[in-house]
């Protein structure tokens, strides 16, 4: 189902946990891992540290901003070196480029030829961003036709996911997926409708079976009623749950693209990966 992902790394702390991700999946998949960090020429040349330096007298030459970029380089490449040691411990075929130019762009055009998106929520200097996505993570988000693993700055193994379901086809896809990984590894999921006008637990329960065959391991259903963000994210920390697994768009995708998602909402809020399906 992922032959191939794209793991997407830069040299913040969110950027060195996706390593992680990437690797989980791959060995639940037998995914071939393609690792990409970019490195941001904008950060480099833009006016923000033209004037920074000018405040202090200083002039940006060109000396000054390749020796940045070659830092930068160099600390990207160790990154990505590591993470091609692990796969080659581990089986995983790998492997790895480091370039410049526009980070959300470039991961885009990479992912196209993958299954999977991996990137972390927020970038360098994500301390810095509050509650708000990484500039790149949400160009990505937006515009990617590739199912995406957003992930967190800590990594946990994954044994429990809750999956939101609003029996829109985002999210049929979001309950698939999270079956054929229950049925790879122990996963144990709870299938999770927010006001989605099934009537009781048994209804979804029902529908739920229909979906997903009877061969999928331990899962159960919940129906709960209020703001489908909070509830999503609830439910998750109640039940301790490493993974939400969602559709990137539920029934109302131009209201969404209006107003702002649940989707959005919860990759802002969450503290465990967050897969989106397309």
């Known amino acids: 189902m992922i032959g191939a992902l794209l793991a997407a790394i830069d040299t913040s702390e969110f950027g060195a946990k996706v390593s992680d991700y990437a690797v989980f999946v791959a060995r639940v998949f037998g995914s071939h891992v393609h690792a990409l960090s970019v490195i941001e020429t904008k950060k480099i040349e833009g006016p923000l540290l033209r004037d920074y330096l000018a405040t202090v007298g200083l002039e940006p030459g060109l000396e000054y901003k390749d020796k940045v970029t070659r830092f930068l380089e160099a600390k990207a490449r160790a990154i990505l070196a ?33 299954d999977l998106i991996v990137i972390g929520q927020k970038g360098e200097h994500g301390e810095w961003h509050g ?24 990594y946990r193994d994954i044994t429990r996911a809750v999956v939101a379901y609003d029996g829109s086809q985002h999210s049929r896809q979001a309950l698939q997926l999270a079956a054929e990984i229950a049925r790879r590894t122990n996963l144990h999921f709870t299938v999770l409708t927010v006001d989605g006008g099934h009537a009781t637990e048994d209804a979804l329960r029902a529908e739920i079976a229909t979906r997903i065959g009877p061969t999928v391991p331990a899962h159960e259903v919940a129906v709960r009623s209020g703001d ?23 029934h109302s995708r131009i209201r969404e693209l209006i107003i702002g998602s649940t989707t959005e909402q919860v990759l802002r809020s969450a503290r465990i990966p967050v897969l989106l399906t397309r």
């Open 82 to 114: 590591d993470l091609e040691g692990r796969c080659k411990a581990a089986g995983i075929p790998c492997d790895c480029e480091v370039t410049r130019g526009i980070a959300a762009r470039l991961i885009l055009e990479r992912g196209q030829r993958c």
């Open 131 to 154: 509650e708000s996505l990484g500039g790149s993570v949400q160009g990505v988000v937006r515009a990617s036709a590739r199912p995406i693993l957003v992930t967190p700055k800590k």
């Open 228 to 250: 489908p963000h909070r509830a999503i994210l609830d439910v998750a920390e109640r039940l301790d749950c490493q993974m939400i697994v969602m559709g990137a768009y539920g």
